[in-house]
């Protein structure tokens, strides 16, 4: 009997940084697909996963689980060529950064097919297989938005993923609220890291820089097609998010140009003390 | 012949880590000052100096170089009252975060007592002496501003003293464009972190925190009596810096709500090539 295999669709940071933390996974066979001949040939050099491949076709029918490791887009045109390809009881998931019109394009997939949303909450300012890093999901949230008929063994299944490549904890959600809250958490970061740079002062400012610019910024060198999909397809909560960071601006800037210390320090101390509340809680 | 001294007055988080890693700076004596009982003791158990004292005038009438590290408004009274009490010859410094008060206090000095601006780039998100760590200024940028009349010997002092304590490099500049450049590269990423700390959301986002979100609030339980004053001191320049940043972020929201994926393409591709050229010039 032949072990059960994953297979990985998409090997770019994140789908090769899940191969290489996947190996060793119980018996699983980790298989690793990708469509360029570089991407392939870094991977097998590096032995990202135990066996890669460029044929998505035979390594989909054969998984009992697979990985959508590609941008948006890429995963529901993905899934909807494919629909009638995936072997019958097998888990879909996938690792992108919005889950609204990735779960809603699952519907595609037949009956016999499960789908578990998923959004390990690791990455890196980099993209691409040459960054891989086996390491990368150490203590990430592991979010997972289940369907109602998604079955236990299936869950359990994914909890024993999260748990092998080093993730912090497994949080169950709906698409809903995932895509609400990541608009604050991780894409409103984005914004305001591209945000930053454009002020006019960037260049001028070498020589200046401190860990607290140095950590706001990072994220700034992005992805920009992968992004602009993510942005995109969070449009809405995105738009609500960042005018709350613009109004609060706002009134930092408001109460700092009323030249009233005691205004100002009573201010800083009601933001201060959530963020002690949030380190704490 | 007594060894030369360097007194370092107030030992909290900046002025506890100078003192450690001044430790074996040539044939310096290293010399501690604070009034609290409990920091002296901290600093004396954890030999913080070669010598703690609650004697500022006889630590001051001794030393070389007195390193100034009380907040803002203290380095200022702190001259003001001890004006006739430094060594003639000697070299007064400081650590703080904003130039023109302090420079403009220091003008009490009599004529015989050399002053040169500091400000070593780094921090915590902590304060107090318990957090004081000697690798706090590794790597990172030391601002000096000097005046005309300083002397290359004090200068040269102050550049070999950055390098004991494992700073990239020595950056000297005017107070006017410190406390502009600084506006941006720091106070105004430390009011982005406590107004991201505003939304509504926070806490109903836990689990769902990434690298991003974390790196981008990390500073934000920030020492308020401190920043308060920082922030106050440096009024004009900071509110343009955050005029820029909502306007910056206006764009932003304007462009995704226009629903054009190219536009937003074109305009992340701007910030994040700014970004790029940011990292490797």
């Known amino acids: 009997m032949m ?12 789908g090769g ?33 135990d066996r890669v491949t460029d044929d998505a076709e ?45 779960v809603r394009g699952s ?14 909450m690791a990455g890196k300012e980099t993209s691409g297989i040459t960054h891989a890093d086996g390491t990368l999901f150490h203590e990430a949230h592991y979010i997972l938005t289940p369907r109602p008929t998604s079955t236990p063994e299936h869950l359990a299944l ?17 698409v809903e609220q995932h895509d609400n809250i990541i608009a604050y958490t991780s894409q409103a970061m984005h914004i305001m890291a591209v945000a930053v740079c454009d002020d006019p002062d960037l260049f001028t400012c070498r020589g200046f ?28 909560a995105l738009s609500t998010v960042i005018r709350h960071l613009e109004e609060n601006l706002h009134a930092y800037r408001m109460v700092l140009e009323s030249g009233d210390p005691a205004a100002l320090a009573e201010k800083l101390a009601y933001s201060a003390a959530r963020k002690r509340r949030m380190n704490l809680e």
Not at 27 to 39: A, C, H, L
């Open 107 to 120: 519907s595609v997939l037949p009956d016999s097919v499960d789908f578990i949303g998923g959004h390990p």
């Open 17 to 49: 940084s899940m191969a290489i933390a996947l190996q060793g996974f119980e018996n699983y066979e980790i298989v690793g697909v990708d469509r360029d001949p570089t991407t392939l040939s870094f991977a097998r050099k590096h032995h990202v996963a």
């Open 209 to 236: 820089e401190g860990g607290s610019f140095r950590d706001c910024t990072r994220v700034a060198a992005l992805d920009v097609p992968l992004w602009t999909e993510l942005f995109s397809m969070n449009r809405g």
């Open 158 to 174: 994914m909890a024993r993923i999260a748990a092998h490549i080093g993730c912090r904890d497994v949080v169950k959600t709906t």
């Open 3 to 14: 072990n059960p295999s994953i297979a990985l669709i998409g090997l770019g940071l994140i």
């Open 58 to 102: 035979t390594a989909v029918a054969q998984a009992d689980l697979v990985f959508l490791c590609l941008h948006p887009r890429g995963i529901v045109d993905f899934m909807s060529a494919h629909r009638d390809g995936f072997r019958p009881g097998c888990l879909v998931t996938d690792v992108c950064g919005i889950k609204t019109a990735i």
